[in-house]
């Protein structure tokens, strides 16, 4: 796992956004896997100002969303559809038939399950997956527990993730008790993988995935069997960690490697 600690959110946003950028404009035809909550969105600014520079066009790409509400229309406000839409999707060239998120159909949610990973097949498997990551160390919805074999599926949402969540809502009430979700199987498929986390309340959560034994009980620590596998920080967030001094000498050198590498390619 490549370990990255930046000085503030400011800097994982803007790093986050370049990396974005940086895979479309080397593979416009990319397969992006992306992902909601509060934390990609300072990174999907980033991109799109990259986007509004002239810099980069989404119109080849194909996206796939990690996870979605189950019983929430998708045009309520608090849908991730509406998230995207807001956030990234409604401001930019994609493409709408491209963009993909679970679709729960309650009548027949594992067929909706299994019709979503047959999609993602058939757009030959994900580039790079972004993720962020929750206070108890879920990734996407697959809540502590969950099988680092699942697949797409339905998750009932533990009490600490409603409570999270529950800021975007009116209540905790209104907070949905199961989504779609892809599994962690299905995220390890990525080619890359990005996750972002910031500030000081996801600094246990990251310890755990980084330093922590591979376990269900945190579902992100699956991550450390990825071969390509980024975690970018601020400082809050990397503050528990014991080998840090290590991730920034390491992180230094991987810089030199790079500029060097650049040098020698002009
Ligand atoms: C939800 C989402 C996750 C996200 C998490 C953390 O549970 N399903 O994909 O990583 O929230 O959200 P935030 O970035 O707002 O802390």
Same mark, same amino acid.
């Given at each position: 796992?490549?370990?990255?600690?930046?000085?503030?959110?400011?800097?994982?946003?803007?790093?986050?956004?370049?990396?974005?950028?940086?895979?479309?404009?080397?593979?416009?035809?990319?397969?992006?896997?992306?992902?909601?909550?509060?934390?990609?969105?300072?990174?999907?600014?980033?991109?799109?100002?990259?986007?509004?520079?002239?810099?980069?066009?989404?119109?080849?790409?194909?996206?796939?969303?990690?996870?979605?509400?189950?019983?929430?229309?998708?045009?309520?406000?608090?849908?991730?559809?509406?998230?995207?839409?807001?956030?990234?999707?409604?401001?930019?060239?994609?493409?709408?038939?491209?963009?993909?998120?679970?679709?729960?159909?309650?009548?027949?949610?594992?067929?909706?399950?299994?019709?979503?990973?047959?999609?993602?097949?058939?757009?030959?498997?994900?580039?790079?997956?972004?993720?962020?990551?929750?206070?108890?160390?879920?990734?996407?919805?697959?809540?502590?527990?969950?099988?680092?074999?699942?697949?797409?599926?339905?998750?009932?949402?533990?009490?600490?993730?409603?409570?999270?969540?529950?800021?975007?809502?009116?209540?905790?009430? *209104?907070? +949905?008790?199961? %989504?779609?979700?892809?599994?962690? $199987?299905?995220? !390890?498929?990525?080619?890359?993988?990005? =996750? /972002?986390?910031?500030?000081?309340?996801?600094?246990?959560?990251?310890?755990?995935?980084? *330093?922590? +034994?591979?376990? %269900?009980?945190?579902?992100?620590? $699956?991550?450390? !069997?990825?071969?390509?596998?980024?975690? =970018? /920080?601020?400082?809050?967030?990397?503050?528990?960690?014991?080998?840090?001094?290590?991730? *920034?000498?390491?992180?230094?050198?991987?810089?030199?490697?790079?500029?060097?590498?650049?040098?020698?390619?002009?």
């Amino acid at each position: 796992m490549r370990v990255v600690i930046l000085d503030e959110k400011s800097d994982v946003d803007r790093r986050a956004g370049q990396i974005l950028a940086q895979q479309i404009q080397t593979v416009p035809d990319s397969v992006l896997g992306l992902a909601t909550g509060s934390t990609p969105v300072g990174a999907y600014n980033e991109l799109l100002r990259i986007y509004e520079a002239g810099e980069v066009s989404f119109r080849d790409c194909t996206t796939f969303n990690l996870d979605e509400y189950v019983g929430l229309p998708p045009d309520h406000v608090q849908s991730y559809r509406h998230f995207m839409q807001e956030h990234l999707f409604g401001k930019a060239d994609f493409e709408p038939t491209q963009c993909h998120l679970p679709c729960p159909n309650i009548a027949q949610l594992d067929e909706s399950c299994e019709e979503y990973e047959a999609r993602i097949d058939e757009a030959g498997g994900i580039d790079l997956q972004l993720l962020g990551i929750g206070t108890d160390g879920h990734i996407a919805f697959n809540e502590p527990g969950s099988s680092l074999a699942s697949r797409t599926r339905v998750k009932a949402l533990t009490q600490q993730t409603r409570t999270d969540n529950a800021r975007f809502f009116e209540s905790i009430d *209104e907070v +949905p008790k199961l %989504a779609v979700t892809m599994g962690i $199987a299905t995220i !390890l498929e990525a080619e890359k993988i990005l =996750l /972002l986390a910031t500030g000081e309340n996801k600094a246990s959560a990251v310890r755990d995935t980084v *330093e922590g +034994p591979i376990s %269900a009980s945190v579902p992100a620590t $699956a991550l450390q !069997l990825h071969p390509k596998a980024t975690i =970018l /920080l601020d400082k809050p967030a990397a503050r528990l960690l014991a080998r840090k001094d290590y991730y *920034e000498q390491v992180e230094f050198i991987q810089r030199e490697l790079e500029q060097n590498d650049a040098l020698n390619h002009h």
